[in-house]
T-cell receptor, first 109, second 115 residues
Framework: DAKTTQPTSMDCAEGRAANLPCNHSTISGNEYVYWYRQIHSQGPQYIIHGLKNNETNEMASLIITEDRKSSTLILPHATLRDTAVYYCIVRVHDYKLSFGAGTTVTVRA | KAGVTQTPRYLIKTRGQQVTLSCSPISGHRSVSWYQQTPGQGLQFLFEYFSETQRNKGNFPGRFSGRQFSNSRSEMNVSTLELGDSALYLC??????????????FGPGTRLTVT
């Protein structure tokens, strides 16, 4: 599996957009970029995924660079409830997900 | 509809004992996967069940086993517990299996502490 690199932590002001970067320079052609988040004391929650086109859903937008070596998750209007650990994963479409340390996002009022 | 439920939420066991954890998937979901999450190793895949059959298995010793019932509920068992088995055990359900655009929905997990 392609390895991902994310910043350890970041702060964001409530109501502002949060841009979470992820590097995956060894991604292969059939691997998708997935984003999950985990709020304290809860199970991981799926956010969004994409292959090469930018994607948007009700939770977030995913911007993937043309060479697919990096991506950015955008939370358009962060709220206090978005405080969580965010995980960027690169996988083929199977269920053997594995997470590393992720980015701890703290949304401040 | 109700989400994935896991019981118990918290468990304390002693080394050498065995433990059984339970997972009820979202109604209509037939695939259940189990994961172990620790601060050091992050989230790691244990195994996946679909239609009562184990379809995929991660790199864990044989002390870790599971099964799925006809109603899609699943249990996992850990025998001869070791201190290193202390972790959050997560169950995830999905509607399909294998190679398709499915999302996994996770339960809240069972926090196992081995003393």
């Amino acid at each position: 599996d392609a390895k991902t690199t994310q910043p350890t932590s970041m702060d964001c002001a409530e109501g502002r957009a949060a841009n979470l970067p992820c590097n995956h320079s060894t991604i292969s052609g059939n691997e998708y970029v997935y984003w999950y988040r985990q709020i304290h004391s809860q199970g991981p929650q799926y956010i969004i995924h994409g292959l090469k086109n930018n994607e948007t859903n009700e939770m977030a937008s995913l911007i993937i660079t043309e060479d697919r070596k990096s991506s950015t998750l955008i939370l358009p209007h962060a709220t206090l409830r978005d405080t969580a650990v965010y995980y960027c994963i690169v996988r083929v479409h199977d269920y053997k997900l594995s997470f590393g340390a992720g980015t701890t996002v703290t949304v401040r009022a | 509809k109700a989400g994935v439920t896991q019981t118990p939420r918290y468990l304390i066991k002693t080394r050498g004992q065995q433990v059984t954890l339970s997972c009820s998937p979202i109604s209509g979901h037939r695939s259940v996967s189990w994961y172990q999450q620790t601060p050091g190793q992050g989230l790691q895949f244990l195994f996946e069940y679909f239609s009562e059959t184990q379809r995929n298995k991660g790199n864990f010793p044989g002390r870790f086993s599971g099964r799925q019932f006809s109603n899609s509920r699943s249990e996992m068992n850990v025998s001869t517990l070791e201190l290193g088995d202390s972790a959050l055990y997560l169950c995830a359900s999905s509607s399909g299996f294998g190679g398709a655009l499915y999302e996994q929905y996770f339960g809240p997990g069972t926090r196992l502490t081995v003393t």
